[in-house]
C-alpha cells in the first residue's frame, strides 16, 4: 500500500506495472541488502530525467517553434482585431456646430499704399489714380467672390450629392466660368501700370475690349428668380442646411451666405457704371482717355439694359404660366406682355381680404393664390384692366372706410377721422355697360380700391402704374390694337356656347360690346 500510494502516484491508484516492477526490486533489494523505498527513488528520478530530456528534444524541434509562431501571431491579430464575438465600442460623439470664426478683412488697398513714392502729384491726379485703382480692386473682387463659390461650395457639394445635375445647372449656372473672365478684365488692368511710378494713363479702350465679355453675366443673372426659389427650397433639407450653415461659420465666407456670393455677381456688375462715371468725373475734358471712357460706359451700360429687358421678360413669361382662367379662355391682351413691372399682395378695401396683383406692361391682372399638389398658381375671375384704360388715383389717409365688424362701425362713427391708410386706386376710362353674369365668362370690374403694406410698398405700386400708363399712351395705336384683341377674344370665348351672335361695335369709346 505505501508503494501504490506514494510516489507521484495519486493515493487509491493502482498502476500494475508499478506494481510488478515493485515486486521485482523489493526481491533485488533483499538480496542486495538495499530497501525498497530507495529502490523506488531512483526508479522515479530515472524515469524523469527521461522525460526531461525527451521535453527537452521536442522543444528545439523546428516544427514546433513554427508553431508557437502561428499561435503567438494569432493571438496578436485577434487582439488588435477584437474578437468576432464582441465587437470593441466605438464613442460617437453628437455634431456640435463649430464656433464662428473670426472673418478676414477683405483687402481693400488704396492706390497711395501701392506705390512707394507720390511727391510731386496733384490732389486731380491721386484722385483719377484712385478711381482707376478701384475699378481694378472690384475685377480682383468680384474673381474671388467666384473662386469661392467654385472651389467651396460647387465642388463639394458635387462630391457630396447634395444636388443633382440639374439642380446645381439650375442654381449656380454659368458661373464656374466667372473667375476666367474677371481674372482677364483684372489683368488687363494691371499690365498698364507703369512700372516707374505705378501711374495709369488710359483704361477707356482696354475696358472696351473686356466689358463684352462680361455678357456671359447676363443669362446668370436673368435667371437669379428662379435660383432664389430653389435655394430657398433646398435650405429645408437638413444635410444642404447643416452643409451651408459649416461655410458660412468657416474663414472662406467672411460670415457670408452662399446667397450673398452669388447676388454679388450681379449687384458689381451694376456697379461698374458708377466707377466708370467716377473716373470720368475726376478725368479732364482734354484728356486722351475721355472718348474711350464714355464708350467704355455705353458698352457697359448696354449690357445693363438688355439684363433688365431679358429679367423682365423671363419674370413676366414666369408669372403668366402661373395665371390660371377661371373662364373659358385666356386674354391674348396679357399673354403679349412683354415685362412684368410690378408684383406683389395687396389688400381689397372693399372687402378687406388679400390678392395677388401682378402688373403687366399691357395689361393689371387681380387674382387669387391657390396651390394644386404643392404647386402654387393664380386663379383670375376677374377681366384684367388693360393699361391703355386705366387711370390712377392717388388717396388720402383716412378717405376710405375700414371694414369690420358692427363695434368697429360704431367706433369709426364716434371717430370719423379713423379709415384706411396706403390706399390707392386704378380705375377703367371707358367701362362696359354692365357686369357680364354667364356662367364660364368672366366678371368686369370698373375700379379697384388696394391697401398697400407701408409708404414704400404704396410708391413702388404708384410709380408702376403711372410708367404702365405712360408706356401705353406712347405705344402707337393701342387703344385700337386693344379694341380688336378684345373683340377677337371675346368672339373666341362665345362661339362655342351660341351659334349666332351680333357685333355692335361702339367707334365713339373705342371698345367693343358684344351683345
Known sequence: SDTMGGGDMPPGKYDPETASMASNISGISTMSGISTSESMYSLRTRKRRGLDALADAVSRSPALKAVKRSISHFNMEE?????PCKQPKIAIKEYVSPKAMRSRPREQRLWVNTVQNVDGMSKEILKRQEAVHEIYVHAVTMRDDARTVVDNYIKPM???SLLTDE???????SLPGFPE???YVAKNLDELRHPDDGTVDCIGNT??????????LISFC????RAKALYDQKLTEKPVADFLERCQKSSFSSKRSLWDFLDSQRSSLIKYPLLLRGVIKTTPCDHPDTDGL???????EELLAEMDRRTGEFRCSEMLALLEYTYDSRCPIVDQSKALLCAGTLKLASRSQRVQVCLFDRALVVARPTTHSGSLSYQVSQTPMYTDQMTLEDLTDGDVASMGSFRNALQRRSAPSSGLTNTFRVSRTSPQSGDSTDSGHA????SYTFVANDVHDKKAWTDACHAAIEQARSRPSSAASTATASTAATTLSRASSSKSFELDMDVTQGMSTVV
Open 79 to 83: 487582439d488588435m482585431m477584437g474578437s
Open 222 to 225: 436673368v435667371h437669379l428668380s
Open 443 to 446: 366678371k368686369q370690374r370698373n
Open 158 to 160: 458635387k462630391q457630396l
Open 181 to 183: 473672365i474677371h481674372d
Open 167 to 173: 439642380e446645381e445647372s439650375t442654381l449656380f449656372g
Open 294 to 300: 464714355r464708350n467704355a460706359l455705353q458698352c457697359v
Open 207 to 216: 475696358l472696351l475690349l473686356c466689358f463684352p465679355k462680361l455678357r456671359l
